[in-house]
């Protein structure tokens, strides 16, 4: 199996269910990103698509769908082998096979973290049905260690929008919309993920040095973004015609040359984050919520100032207090004091 090894990445090119039992031993990759072939004849979708393909590398090996389970569970396998305990994977699908993909998951010990929509633009023209402009996003992970999630890698929790919307919350939301990348005059594949989407998983379930690897490297943008994040790469493709295509352009990425490009998250330490309440930290909380509602305060300055005090986010704040049976009292227009907490 030809191979080529430079700049974090260690690349084959041949079959990725044979080529991982050779090359890849048990427990070793940190994160998986990849993207199957699809098994809908792609290598005739320029009969589906309004596109020129004058510049679309030749020799896409499409899966029969009559194999497609087969070849689904035979690759999943071998992805949970190799794995680490609490290692985590990000399978991209289209709806026509899913229920391979997801029947050969079931197989295995993966457990489902999220199942996540990508939705893109401009679809498929149809005249007889609905547009089809999404792709599944199947997050697992191997159980038996902690998994990665950095959790304020993008957004930071304090971080708000100017309608004071949570950025941190709506970026993990399991519905995302990133456009498709264009690339007229480039070489490609049939399909390529686009940099935003593949900055997004490997920035929330990887850390820097951590081994990515891709058993369907297709344009090898999953590599790219990778090793411009700094973390290392191992992965296959078998069509030789697109391996040698790419490999000239791997020469090229150094690594960590798109950190710099990363926005930088507003993050403050809460530092009784994740930690359980104690009755003597609820008879504070109570005796201080009291003296802030008698004072006039509002329910946003009341929980803001519990939360600076008492080391926790909002939400633990809201909790706290309804769990306290507390409830905060404002004096309408008429002069009345009006429950403003339910419980």
């Not at 199996?1 to 044979?18: A, E, P």
């Not at 998951?105 to 498929?124: A, M, P, S």
Request: charged share 25%; proline share 3%.
């Amino acid at each position: 199996m030809k191979s080529f090894t430079n700049n974090n990445g260690t690349f084959y090119n041949g079959d990725c269910i044979s080529g991982a039992v050779t090359h890849i031993p048990d427990n070793s990759i940190d994160l998986i990103i990849t993207d199957p072939p699809y098994g809908i004849n792609g290598d005739k979708l320029q009969k589906h698509y309004n596109r020129n393909e004058e510049f679309v590398i030749e020799g896409y090996v499409e899966i029969p769908q009559t194999e497609y389970a087969d070849f689904s569970l035979k690759w999943i396998t071998q992805a949970e082998r190799v794995l680490k305990p609490g290692g985590s994977i990000y399978i991209v699908s289209g709806y026509t096979n899913l229920i391979d993909i997801l029947n050969a998951l079931r197989q295995t010990d993966l457990k489902e973290i999220n199942h996540i929509i990508w939705k893109y633009n401009f679809g498929v023209f149809t005249r007889q049905k609905y547009i089809s402009s999404h792709y599944h996003i199947l997050f697992y992970e191997k159980p038996g260690g902690r998994r990665t999630f950095n959790l304020e890698s993008r957004f930071g929790l304090v971080e708000k929008t100017e309608e004071g919307r949570s950025h941190n919350n709506a970026d993990r939301e399991d519905v995302w919309i990133i456009n498709r990348e264009y690339k007229p005059g480039q070489i490609k594949n049939k399909n390529e993920l686009p940099m935003k989407l593949l900055t997004k998983m490997i920035q929330y379930s990887s850390n820097e040095g951590d081994l990515v690897g891709d058993f369907f490297l297709g344009g090898f943008s999953t590599a790219k973004v990778a090793i411009g994040l700094n973390r290392r790469v191992i992965g296959f493709e078998i069509s030789e015609a697109m391996y040698d295509a790419k490999i000239i352009e791997m020469e090229k990425i150094i690594p960590g040359q798109l950190i710099s490009n990363l926005r930088s998250p507003s993050i403050k330490e809460i530092k009784n984050l994740g930690q359980s309440w104690t009755e003597e930290d609820y008879v504070k909380l109570t005796k201080r919520f009291t003296s802030l509602n008698a004072n006039g305060k509002n329910k946003k300055q009341i929980i803001a100032e519990l939360g600076e005090e008492f080391g926790r986010g909002h939400w633990a704040i809201e909790k706290a207090l309804k769990k306290s049976d507390i409830k905060f009292v404002k004096k309408s227009k008429a002069g009345k004091l009006t429950d403003f907490l339910e419980k």
